[in-house]
Nanobody, 122 residues
Framework: QVQLVESGGGLVQAGGSLRLSCAAS??????MGWFRQAPGKEREFVAT????????RYAESVKGRFTISRDNAKNTVYLQMNSLKFEDTAVYYC?????????????????WGQGTQVTVSS
């Protein structure tokens, strides 16, 4: 099973930017996703990308501000986060999907990273 390691989280002021990275221990011939979990809330979908990178989908709350991308040669997925808001504060997780096609459902992901904390100060 592929191992995933997220990095790039931190503390940023509202309106700022961060780029998260997710490095896989091997080639993932599957869709990849980013999810987040705020304190006291359930884990929620943020963004997903197909194996080819040709299809992406975003949660309405981040559409137009976040961009998911991947570099299959480096086995790495990225989440560029711009115009960050206080409500974006959460632990962000990347996940490897069961299928090549992307999904917004947690149950369609088989491997998860340990998470990286993103804190946005207002």
């Amino acid at each position: 099973q592929v191992q995933l390691v997220e990095s790039g989280g931190g503390l940023v002021q509202a309106g700022g930017s961060l780029r998260l990275s997710c490095a896989a221990s091997g080639r993932t011939f599957s869709a990849m996703g980013w999810f987040r979990q705020a304190p006291g809330k359930e884990r929620e979908f943020v963004a997903t990308i197909s194996w080819s990178g040709g299809y992406t989908r975003y949660a309405e709350s981040v559409k137009g501000r976040f961009t998911i991308s991947r570099d299959n040669a480096k086995n790495t997925v990225y989440l560029q986060m711009n115009s960050l808001k206080f409500e974006d504060t959460a632990v962000y997780y990347c996940a490897a999907g069961l299928w090549a096609s992307p999904s917004v459902s947690l149950g369609d992901y088989k491997s998860w990273g340990q998470g990286t904390q993103v804190t946005v100060s207002s």
